[in-house]
T-cell receptor, first 113, second 114 residues
């Protein structure tokens, strides 16, 4: 069964600094995708970034990058130059090819001015 | 605009009073699903549907029903709500093939069962 682990319930970062949110996963399926979502206090789920299991390079989207270490089964989200608007809940998720998406418990990020 | 809509956005009800949360998408997606979000547990899947008249249980289906009579709509039914169903609910949709396509989430429905 799929399992997603986010070990940091809460994180603090100073504005303009970089922060890494951890995510590890467990799967025996060679084909899977990893996703990160942001959930601000308003509640909506905002898709940030995707990494496929066969992708050779780490995914990047603006200030977001995914540090994909396949052998270690980790998919950490790196946010560079943090902004106050980055304060939110962040969820890591995985979808195996024929299964639905499974989510981690989330990490609440607080950006300090 | 491509979107998933849910109604109502907020709902306070009492134990045992049947309720329906509607979900509709305008992207012609085959796949739709319902999640509930609880603190410390992330999002857990309640039910999903791969197409019209095809539904199946997710990880936490007890106490919920769904139907998929039209491709665009996927209502969630709580026939006899209980306080432990107080949660934030999300409807989501995506093309059946999935792959790198993200799920598209509705805005969420906050439910309080007294």
């Amino acid at each position: 069964a799929q399992k997603i682990t986010q070990t940091q319930p809460g994180m603090f970062v100073q504005e303009k600094e970089a922060v890494t949110l951890d995510c590890t996963y467990d799967t025996s399926d060679p084909s899977y995708g990893l996703f990160w979502y942001k959930q601000p206090s308003s509640g909506e789920m905002i898709f940030l970034i995707y990494q496929g299991s066969y992708d050779q390079q780490n995914a990047t989207e603006g200030r977001y990058s995914l540090n994909f270490q396949k052998a270690r089964k980790s998919a950490n989200l790196v946010i560079s130059a943090s902004q106050l608007g980055d304060s939110a809940m962040y969820f890591c998720a995985m979808r195996e090819f024929w299964n639905d998406m499974r989510f981690g418990a989330g990490t609440r990020l607080t950006v300090k001015p | 605009e491509a979107q998933v809509t849910q109604n109502p956005r907020y709902l306070i009800t009492v134990t045992g009073k049947k309720l329906t949360v509607t979900c509709s998408q305008n992207m012609n997606h085959e796949y739709m699903s319902w999640y509930r979000q609880d603190p410390g547990l992330g999002l857990r899947q309640i039910y999903y549907s791969m197409n019209v008249e095809v539904t199946d249980k997710g990880d936490v289906p007890e106490g919920y029903k769904v139907s998929r009579k039209e491709k665009r709509n996927f209502p969630l039914i709580l026939e006899s709500p209980s306080p432990n169903q107080t949660s934030l609910y999300f409807c989501a949709s995506r093309p059946l093939a999935g792959g790198q396509e993200t799920q598209y989430f509705g805005p969420g429905t906050r439910l309080l069962v007294l």
